[in-house]
Each structure stands twice: as structure tokens, then as C-alpha cells.
């Protein structure tokens, strides 16, 4: 079996364990002439058959919980080398506690509520930043080397995306390798919680694995229904045609259910799994028209069970087109959002009493080869609609492959007009990343005039920025976006629909050019976007903090909280999707 064993250094120890007067943190191993050696020396967490259990151990694969001893010969602990240790029935490894060689006996450390831990500790130290007391801890696993290797890289690997306060190395020891935590000592054990979550699903092979796209059954399919692909330059979707004349209906290659629970699952799974990491994720719904990237090519119409295959392929890849519709459709829906009294609509504050009355925001977005740009549009002056002067502000970065690929997951419904994809973005925040583009973004002028006709189409911001600047040719599909928000309900669920007007370039947009007209959908939670940039995403140990319960309570499970989202999700889009 494999454990995971954590060592940590001694004195930020202290501090985490309440002792006040803590001196300052001590490498052991940097700067040492034998960093095994060092790595033997240093107190040893090893896994207890009592109380919260950490880590799962399947039968038949890994040994006993032992802390290692040192093999005089090879310097390296014992419990690292192969077959060191027995094979046992199935166990449960729990919380650690601190073993020192030589001295005195086990010292307990202090049970940590890991979502209240960071909670309270993740604005401290964002605000306190570099400056906090800081610890290290080294995580290990105890196998045959090169298993033990290849799961604490993949370890490793995965916590490396939540870098920032925080620096996590991987290294060498005899034959194997070892996983180096620096961050503040109060953060110390969230994150070695985390480093044992992941080593968790990759022992009992229950990590969540990416499975391309899920398949909503349609209502109904005959035996002359076809799935067609219509293409068009760039782009490949494909649609349901019902055939005529025949009243039987095919049983479908999985039911709605089947469908439902598997996504469910794989939904669950990964916000759990982008829960636990310190990472500054913008999550939303995004609804849309699913395009294929790669498919077996040499057809363009297949009966709906050979269509299902084909899409079940590991080899087959989506995308979402979210910008989607046309001034027309932008137009429809809109006036039903706002004006319909069948809209199920309402406004995200009590200052309005009726959707119609809801005021757009703007904002602007462009792409670079490297990322997408956005920018709120906001009145500098703050005298109100009807004085106001406009700059961009604020700008965020995104880059072209910064999803959290466990939570990019897309739905394909053949039977309906809109599609729908959950990303996870890691945004970028810090201006280091892109500096020109962000100096070149903070020169713009903004023009907005008509407020007092905020709902014409043809009202939204002027953007003027340098057409001779060189940065100004980087970028392309423009946009300013006129941007409503309603609340779905009465749930703390947010629906976006933005209208766009999009050129090709800043040029052509500077050049005032007739812009192409479009729309975009997304969904999200109303507390999700909290300025307040913490060290993590703390959604919970049952995802209580993200998602409602569901029938006006609280759900006890956060798979029951998943169902309930994802459920709310198809309601929208199946009022929505009529006008597409």
C-alpha cells in the first residue's frame, strides 16, 4: 500500500499548534550537503488508525502505517524502498500525528477543520501576504519508487496551479521523490489536507478522469430520426431531424437518468476537487451551440444510436460557441426577459421592482493569441447616468488554455436549441502578466451617450484607443458588451445575457465600422465573484457555501446540491431556448 507521510519543519510546528514565541521557520534540507540525511532528521507525520480518515488504502496493494527507518546502506528510509513492507487486509488511515527520531514520544498534532481553517486564514494571508510566519512540510510516499514517484509528481502537478503565496517543489530523495511545501504556517495543514485528498483518489484510482462530452437523451427519437451535421467555415454542429411518419419510438442508448447521474457525478467530483485548491477561479454556465472539433469524418448523417457511439469515442472533442444568435433573437429574448409577465425573471436587487426597470453595465473584451481581455466599463466621475464620463477599468486577464479541466465539462442536447458547458477560468489579476496590453488597455477613451434610452441597441460605449500603437494589431475579436443581469427565481442563481457588438479588430472598431450584433448566456452563482481575493475557493466540505440546498432547505449531501443546480440549469435553458 501506499502512505503518504508528511514532515514537516519543527519550529513553524510550534505555531500551529498554538506555542506562542515561534522563532522563525528553518529550512532543513536547503542549503544542506546531504539532504537525505537532512530529510531523515526531521519529524516524520505518519498515518493513525483512528479518527478522521485521510487517507483510503485498497486491500491487497500497499503495507502497514509505519514511520520509515533508516537503511544504514542505502541512507534511505526503509518504508520508500520496494518490498518493505507486508501485504494487509483493507485499513483506514487517518489524521497524523508528529513522530520524532531520536527524543521524546508522539507529539498530537491539533485536529484542523481544513474549510474553517482557510476561511479564516486565507484573507490574512493575502493581505499580510510574504511577510507571515512561514513553514515548510515535506509530503512522501511509501512504495516501490517509481509508483511512489509518479504519484507525488501527479500530486505536485496538481497543487502547483494554486502558486502564489505558496511554493510547492518536487524532490529527489535516494531513488524516489518527495513533495516540498512553503507557505504561512497557519495554511500549513489545509494544504497537506489537500496533498492527501489528491493522493487519496489517485491510490484508490477514483481521481476524476476527463470523459469528453455527456449526451442528453432527446424527448423522443423514431426510427427514421437522423442526427445531421451542419457545416458551416470552422464550425460543425450537429442537430436532430425527428423523421415522418412513424409513431414508434426507439429506446434510447441511455436514459435521461443514466445520463443525469453520471454527469452529476463527474460535476461533484470536480468542484470538490477545485474546491480544496487555493486557486482564483471565475466559475460559470455558460449556454451556447456545441460544435464538434474531432470526430470520425466521412459522414454527415447518422441514426441516432451510431451518433451516440460515435460521441462516446475517448477521441471525440467539443467547444462551446457562446456567442450565439443575432440582433434579431438579441432582441426577442430580451423584450421576454424584461417584459413578459410569463418571465420567470426578476431583478438581482430590490431597488427595481420589475425586471423592465433593470439598467444594463458595460464592459469591453478582446483577444490576444495568448488570452482573453476584459474590462468593466465604469463611470470615473460617479455623478450618475446622466453626467457621467466612462473609462475601462480594471482589467483581467485569461488564458487560452486556463480551464480548470476538471470542471470543463460541456452538454450536447441533439433535441434542443442550446447547449450548455461548466468552465471553471483561472484568471489572471496581475498586471506583471501582460503589461502592455494592460498599459496599452488603460489609455482608451469611452464615449457613452443616449442614456436616456439605455435599452436602444444602438446605445453603448464608444471605445477609442491607438490604431499605430503596435499592441493595438495583437488584438482581435473586439467587443463591447451591454450587460443585464436577472435573477432566475427566487434561487441566488444570476442570468447574464449580454449583448455584444464585435469587429474584427481595433481598428475597425476605432474606425466606427458597422459591428456584428450577437449574444451571450451565462449563469452563475449571485455570491460567487467576491472581490475579495482569498487562497482558495472555500465552497465546503458538502458544497454548502456554492450551491443551494434546493425546495427552500438545505440539502445534507453536496452530490443532492449538484442535482438540484444542474436540474436549475435545464429549467433556464429551457425557457430560453425557444427563441434560438
Avoid at 104 to 116: A, E, Q, R
Avoid at 187 to 201: G, K, T
Avoid at 534 to 542: F, H, P, S
Avoid at 543 to 566: C, H, M, S, W
Wanted: charged residues 25%; proline residues 7%.
Amino acid at each position: 500500500m501506499m502512505e503518504p507521510l508528511i514532515d514537516i519543519d519543527p519550529q513553524p510546528l510550534n505555531s500551529i499548534s498554538g506555542e506562542n514565541n515561534a522563532k522563525p521557520s528553518v529550512d532543513l534540507l536547503d542549503d544542506c550537503s546531504n539532504g537525505e540525511a537532512a530529510l531523515l532528521s526531521c519529524p516524520v507525520l505518519v498515518a493513525e488508525v483512528d479518527g478522521r480518515p485521510a487517507t483510503r488504502v485498497l486491500p491487497g496493494a500497499l503495507g502497514p502505517s509505519v514511520a520509515p527507518t533508516v537503511d544504514t546502506a542505502n541512507h534511505v528510509p526503509k518504508a520508500v524502498q520496494p518490498n518493505a513492507t507486508a501485504i494487509i487486509p483493507e485499513v483506514q488511515l487517518t489524521h497524523a500525528e508528529i513522530v520524532t527520531r531520536p527524543g521524546p514520544g508522539p507529539l498530537s498534532l491539533p485536529k484542523v477543520d481544513p474549510i474553517g481553517a482557510i476561511r479564516e486564514a486565507a484573507r490574512t494571508t493575502h493581505t499580510s501576504g510574504r511577510g507571515s510566519q512561514r513553514a515548510q512540510a515535506n509530503f512522501i510516499i511509501s512504495h516501490i519508487p517509481d509508483v511512489a514517484s509518479g504519484v507525488v509528481e501527479a500530486v505536485y502537478k496538481e497543487l502547483a496551479q494554486a502558486e502564489g503565496c505558496y511554493k510547492f517543489e518536487l524532490r529527489q530523495a535516494g531513488q524516489g521523490s518527495y513533495l516540498r511545501i512553503t507557505a504561512p504556517a497557519k495554511n500549513i495543514p489545509e494544504l497537506v489536507c489537500a496533498a492527501q485528498d489528491a493522493a487519496d483518489e489517485l491510490i484508490s484510482d477514483e481521481a476524476v478522469r476527463v470523459s469528453g462530452i455527456y449526451q442528453e437523451p432527446p424527448a423522443r427519437v423514431n426510427p427514421s430520426s437522423r442526427v445531421v451535421l451542419v457545416t458551416e467555415p470552422g464550425q460543425v454542429r450537429p442537430r436532430l431531424q425527428l423523421g415522418q411518419g412513424a409513431d414508434t419510438m426507439l429506446e434510447l442508448p441511455e436514459s435521461f437518468q443514466e445520463y443525469a447521474t453520471k454527469l452529476n457525478d463527474r460535476v461533484y467530483r470536480g468542484l470538490k476537487k477545485a474546491g480544496r485548491l487555493p486557486l482564483a477561479l471565475t466559475l460559470r454556465v455558460q449556454l451556447g451551440y456545441c460544435m464538434l472539433r474531432s470526430y470520425p469524418q466521412g459522414r454527415e448523417v447518422y441514426e441516432y444510436r451510431d451518433f451516440h457511439a460515435m460521441i462516446k469515442n475517448p477521441r471525440a472533442s467539443a467547444w462551446l460557441k457562446t456567442s450565439i444568435g443575432n440582433e434579431f433573437i438579441a432582441r426577442r429574448v430580451l423584450d421576454f426577459v424584461r417584459n413578459d409577465v410569463r418571465s420567470p425573471f426578476l431583478p438581482t436587487t430590490n431597488q427595481v421592482t420589475s425586471s423592465a426597470d433593470v439598467l444594463p453595465e458595460y464592459a469591453f473584451e478582446a483577444h490576444s493569441q495568448l488570452a482573453k481581455f476584459n474590462a468593466p466599463i465604469i463611470d470615473k466621475s460617479r455623478r450618475g447616468r446622466g453626467n457621467a464620463a466612462y473609462q475601462l477599468s480594471s482589467v483581467t486577464a485569461s488564458g487560452t488554455d486556463s480551464n480548470f479541466t476538471d470542471l470543463d465539462i460541456v452538454s450536447l442536447s441533439v433535441g434542443k436549441n442550446l447547449d450548455w458547458k461548466l468552465e471553471a477560468t483561472n484568471e489572471e489579476r496581475d498586471t506583471k502578466a501582460f503589461p502592455n496590453i494592460i498599459r496599452y488597455l488603460e489609455r482608451a477613451k469611452v464615449d457613452l451617450r443616449g442614456l436616456d434610452r439605455p435599452h436602444n441597441f444602438d446605445v453603448y460605449p464608444r471605445v477609442k484607443l491607438p490604431t499605430n500603437n503596435p499592441v493595438a494589431a495583437s488584438l482581435k475579436d473586439v467587443a463591447v458588451k451591454t450587460v443585464y443581469r436577472f435573477k432566475w427565481r427566487t434561487t441566488p442563481y444570476v442570468v447574464q445575457i449580454t449583448v455584444n457588438h464585435r469587429w474584427e479588430s481595433i481598428s475597425a472598431m476605432c474606425a466606427e465600422k458597422m459591428p456584428t450584433i450577437d449574444l451571450g448566456v451565462s449563469i452563475f452563482g449571485e455570491d460567487w465573484d467576491s472581490e475579495d481575493d482569498v487562497a482558495g475557493i472555500v465552497w465546503g466540505d458538502e458544497l454548502q457555501y456554492l450551491l443551494e440546498g434546493g425546495n427552500g432547505g438545505t440539502a445534507p449531501k453536496g452530490i443532492d446540491r449538484v442535482a438540484n443546480f444542474l436540474q436549475t440549469i435545464r429549467d433556464i435553458r429551457n425557457v430560453l431556448e425557444p427563441f434560438f
